[in-house]
């Protein structure tokens, strides 16, 4: 792969913006990241989970399964544009930039894609929990009114 300048606004607005893609990866170390792919296979697992429970009602353990690994996509990008724009400007460059004479300045709008990646990650961190734990409790009231009668 061809050694080109990196930047870090934009592998913190690919994360932030088209998240689960892994495309932030891509961008950083090309076609030979694992790290593109799996969070590319997740996502597409995600969506596929997404159908399976509206298909069965909620029921096929697989979709639920799949729409856990979808979540964890979502999250890993929005975690990587914190890690990724905290991240010092010269160990960023000396990691994904080296040999390369033009640097990195972080600025404000790195500052704002965190504080947005921050905001609608934990919102949904907050809203997937939510959810997993009312259908658990949905699940064990219905076992029980399964057993009373």
């Keep these: 792969m061809k050694n080109t300048f990196k930047s870090k606004l934009v592998v913190c607005l690919l994360s932030l ?9 891509l961008y950083l170390k090309g076609k030979s990241s694992p790290w593109f792919y799996l969070q590319l296979i997740a996502l597409l697992l995600g969506v596929w ?8 009602e909620k029921e096929s353990l697989l979709g639920w399964f799949a729409v856990a690994l979808g979540h964890i996509s979502l999250l890993a990008s929005w975690l990587a544009t914190l890690a990724l724009g905290l991240r010092p400007d010269d160990r960023f460059d000396a990691q994904f930039n080296a040999g390369q004479p033009k640097k990195n300045q972080s600025g404000w709008l790195i500052i704002i894609c965190m504080i947005i990646a921050l905001m609608v990650g934990a919102f949904v961190l ?8 009312e259908q658990y409790f949905i699940s064990q009231v219905e076992a029980a009114r399964e057993i009373s009668q």
């Excluded at 989970?49 to 069965?56: D, S, V, Y």
Aim: no cysteine; hydrophobic share 55%; glycine share 16%.
């Design 126 to 133: 907050m809203s997937g929990l939510a959810i997993a734990f």
């Design 49 to 56: 989970g997404w159908f399976e429970l509206a298909h069965t």
């Design 17 to 25: 913006f088209l998240p689960g893609t892994g495309l932030h990866w």
